[in-house]
């Protein structure tokens, strides 16, 4: 059975105040959460969310990470920096990194390289343009993706990270993927990491869907067997939406798959 896991994505969003001031309210409200929960603060919230967080269901996550340990790199924040503030996970390759800040496959393996390196657990990203999905080449951008993220990783990598299939369309547009279009691209995602790291890997991983995600549509999008959890982004930035949503996010919702 694989434990649904439910992260928000504070993005750019919440001074540190602001911050604490919805983690104190998530507290109470995830306290019973049959799902595993992550909220991924801005860096410079990391401090003042993660003693609130002590204790509490909820574990912290960081939005992006570079792939060097320390050194001359300015503006960068390290994988020893995101241990040392409490993190646990880290979301990597955002398609919002890819398509704002020029990242690449090749960077994207890196940064999740390093984070597995330093114990953190990386939530890799993927997803397909609207051009793209029209074109009927959301399998194909998928495939190549996956190939250039983890195509080379020993398929212990793969038991150690999560997926999310974030189609870029759905980001943010208050337009989420339907169910089936969701099941059908988890589908193929966990044949690729079945493929490439064995059936027990294929089975294992947990694949998150993103793309907003809202309390109205996350039951439905929980329900399908290869969806296990949701990355939310704008409905994470308020305390009743996020939690509805990870009520809705149940063990076992998501059967087994091998
Ligand atoms: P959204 O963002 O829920 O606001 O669509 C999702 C994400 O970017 O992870």
């Known amino acids: 059975m694989r434990r649904p896991i439910v992260a928000g994505n504070w993005k750019a969003n919440l001074t540190a105040g602001e911050a604490a001031a919805l983690v104190r309210q998530l507290k109470a409200s995830c306290e019973t959460a049959a799902a595993e929960v992550v909220v991924c603060p801005p860096f410079t919230a990391l401090a003042a969310v993660a003693p609130l967080l002590k204790g509490s269901r909820i574990a912290l996550g960081a939005q992006d990470v570079f792939w060097e340990p320390a050194g001359a790199f300015t503006g960068e924040v390290t994988p020893p920096m995101l241990r040392d503030a409490g993190c646990q996970y880290v979301?990597?390759?955002h398609s919002e990194?890819?398509?704002h800040f020029g990242e690449t496959d090749q960077i994207v393996r890196r940064k999740l390289q390093a984070a597995l390196a330093h114990g953190?657990?990386?939530i890799v990203c993927i997803g397909e343009t609207l051009a793209q999905r029209e074109a009927g080449q959301?399998?194909?951008i998928l495939t190549r993706q996956l190939d250039g993220a983890l195509g080379d990783c020993p398929p212990e990598t793969c038991r150690r990270l999560?997926?999310?299939y974030e189609p870029v369309w759905a980001i943010g547009t208050g337009k989420?993927?339907?169910p089936e279009q969701a099941q059908e691209a988890h589908q193929a995602i966990r044949r690729w990491v079945a493929?490439?790291?064995g059936s027990s890997a294929g089975g294992g991983i947990r694949i998150q869907y993103g793309g907003s995600v809202t309390p109205a549509n996350a039951a439905s999008?929980?329900?399908q067997p290869d969806v296990d959890g949701a990355l939310v982004g704008g409905a994470s930035l308020k305390a009743d939406a996020f939690s509805a949503i990870v009520k809705a996010a149940k063990t076992g919702a998501a059967a087994p798959h091998e």
Request: aromatic share 4%.
């Open 91 to 93: 979301i990597v390759g």
């Open 97 to 99: 990194r890819r398509t």
């Open 120 to 122: 953190l657990t990386p």
């Open 138 to 140: 959301t399998f194909d």
């Open 162 to 164: 999560i997926l999310a």
């Open 176 to 178: 989420n993927a339907t």
């Open 195 to 197: 493929d490439r790291c």
């Open 221 to 223: 999008l929980l329900q």
